[in-house]
């Protein structure tokens, strides 16, 4: 995954702090990559509802659960 260039970034949106952050999780990264996959559950389980007729509204989803709904 490339950087956007800074220079394609409207000087508006560009904002840098004086002050560094420091607040990480153990793996010293941070969680913004949640908000880009919280749609993926609910695709896959259209995805299984499309294919087979029964909606299953549970993580995970197994086959014992598709066989019951």
């Not at 970034?9 to 990264?29: A, E, V």
């Amino acid at each position: 995954m490339s950087h956007p260039n800074p220079a394609d970034i409207r000087r508006d949106r560009r904002h840098r702090t004086q002050h560094p952050d420091y607040k990480f999780n153990p793996l010293r990264s941070r969680s913004i990559g949640e908000i880009g996959i919280t749609g993926a559950a609910a695709a896959i389980s259209n995805a299984v509802y499309n294919a087979t007729g029964k909606r299953v509204r549970n993580l995970p989803i197994t086959l014992d659960k598709i066989m019951q709904a």
